[in-house]
């Protein structure tokens, strides 16, 4: 969040707006960054809850497999945001694609999830 609201100060973006216009934006480097910024955690806020219920899940049977991929996807997810923040303005946000493994290793944590719900049902 303090990223999130120092990017918006720089772009004067006032509350409660929760992205620069698209004029703005395309004008100036600084809207084009918070747009960016906003994105990438609104794209956290919906993919930390699920990574964290298959970690949550995982851990009970593999937690050595769990804290890696957990890892794996903290990792991938502020390389993420860090990359989208300092994305070029070319409007296609190239720098997220530093953070992709972070959703095959949320994947992989829902996946095994599942198969440890699958056991703990079945036992």
């Known amino acids: 969040m303090p990223y ?3 990017f918006r100060s720089r772009a004067a973006v006032p509350y409660p707006c929760a992205y620069a216009s698209a004029e703005a934006a395309r004008t100036s480097p ?3 960054a918070f747009n960016c910024v906003q994105r990438a955690h609104g794209n956290f806020m919906e ?3 699920t990574a964290l ?9 593999y937690p050595l497999a769990a ?3 957990g890892a794996a996807w903290i990792v991938g997810r502020v390389l993420f945001a860090v990359g989208y923040a300092n994305s070029p303005m070319d409007g296609k946000g190239r720098g997220r694609y530093r953070g992709f493994f ?3 290793a949320e994947a992989a944590l ?3 999830a599942g198969w440890v719900s699958v056991g ?3 036992s």
């Open 110 to 112: 829902v996946l095994l």
């Open 4 to 6: 999130v609201n120092r």
């Open 67 to 69: 804290s890696a991929l």
């Open 102 to 104: 972070a959703l095959p």
């Open 30 to 32: 600084e809207a084009y």
């Open 53 to 61: 219920m298959g970690l949550l899940i995982a851990g009970l049977r």
């Open 47 to 49: 993919h930390h809850p």
């Open 120 to 122: 703990i049902i079945t």
